[in-house]
C-alpha cells in the first residue's frame, strides 16, 4: 500500500525553525514532484510550496523568503525548511505530490494525512 508520510511537526516558539519531512513509502518508488499545503483551524487547506519535476519551486507570497523547498538529494522525500515561523503558520501541514510506484504506474495528486505545527510562546 502506497502511502506518504510526514513527520517534523511539533511546538516551536516564534522566530523558531522546523524542518517537516515527505516520504513515500509502501509501493512508492519515487516523488516526481511535491507540494506542502496547510490549514489552521477554522480556515480552507491553503497552498504553502511546490517543487516541480524540473527543480523549479514556487512559495505563497506569506511564507516567501522563509520557507524552502527542497529534496536535497533523495528520491521519495521532499523537505520543508521553515524559518522565522510567526504564530500565524499554526496549522495542520500536508504533503502533496505525483509519485512514481515501483510498478511503474505513475499516481498523481496523492495526499499524505498531515502534521501538526504549532507557533506559540
Known amino acids: 500500500q502506497e502511502q506518504l508520510v510526514e513527520s517534523g511537526g511539533g511546538l516551536v516558539q516564534p522566530g523558531g525553525s522546523l524542518t517537516l519531512s515527505c516520504t513515500g513509502s509502501g509501493n512508492v518508488d519515487s516523488i516526481v514532484a511535491g507540494a506542502w499545503y496547510r490549514q489552521a483551524p477554522g480556515k480552507q487547506r491553503e497552498f504553502v510550496a511546490r517543487l516541480g519535476s524540473g527543480g523549479n519551486t514556487g512559495y505563497a507570497d506569506s511564507v516567501k523568503g522563509r520557507f524552502s523547498i527542497s529534496r536535497e538529494g533523495t528520491r521519495n522525500t521532499v523537505y520543508l525548511q521553515m524559518n522565522s515561523l510567526k504564530p500565524e503558520d499554526t496549522a495542520i501541514y500536508y504533503c502533496?505530490?505525483?509519485?512514481?510506484?515501483?510498478?511503474?504506474?505513475?499516481?498523481?495528486?496523492?495526499w499524505g494525512r498531515g502534521t501538526q505545527v504549532t507557533v506559540s510562546a
Open positions: 502533496n505530490a505525483d509519485v512514481l510506484l515501483e510498478s511503474g504506474v505513475y499516481h498523481p495528486d496523492f
